[in-house]
């Protein structure tokens, strides 16, 4: 069994430890889940060479129905179809700018502050482009399970300045892609994104 299957089983092992925890009211039933969440814990400590002591601290407690978490981005075009693209502090490689959903904000409110905080480019929203489920994507593998909501938007002001915890902005054609942050987006999904965003037939992309 390959590393991304174990992870994903890992996932699923951890998530149905988390229902069982939260619904059962019987002691026994609720030992037997605890004891399934700390398998889970195992499996991911093999595949990791990481403690589990670490693993649970890394890993908040769940209090309710656990579900996917969600990460939000911006694909924008300027005059030349370059497509404007950040740098992240934490691995040095380039995405499109976005990050993980905020409670109290929609997901436009996010995506268009996330831009203009990466960027400095103030932009609004076109459309929805793409709801990607990770999982069924070429990432490297992670332990969380994650959607991704990509929305097309248009500049309509702003100036290119990478903001905090981003190393640097710019725009980028197609053809001459810098190395991406593959944890964030993949090279296919751009093609993909840079043909939904340009076609006059505007399409939705869903898993």
Known sequence: MDPTEQLNIFKRIKSISEIGLIYAQDPYDRERYEELKQISFKLLEGISDTPIDVLEKFFMPQEDYP?????????????????????ESLDGKWSIPGGWADIGSTPSEIVVKEIEEETGIIAEVVRLLAVYDKRMHPH????????????????????????????????????????????RILESQLKDLFQMATSLEPKTYFD
Do not use: Q, W
């Not at 579900?67 to 740098?87: S, Y």
């Not at 490297?140 to 902005?169: Q, T």
């Open 140 to 183: 490297p593998p992670a332990p969380n399970y994650v959607y991704k909501m990509i929305f097309h938007c248009r500049i309509v002001g702003g100036e290119m300045n990478s903001g905090f915890d981003i190393l640097d902005a710019n725009f980028f054609s197609l053809d001459n892609l810098p190395e991406l942050s593959e944890e």
């Open 67 to 87: 579900t996917p978490k969600v990460d939000i981005r911006g694909f924008v075009l300027n005059e030349k179809d370059e497509i404007l693209m950040a740098r």
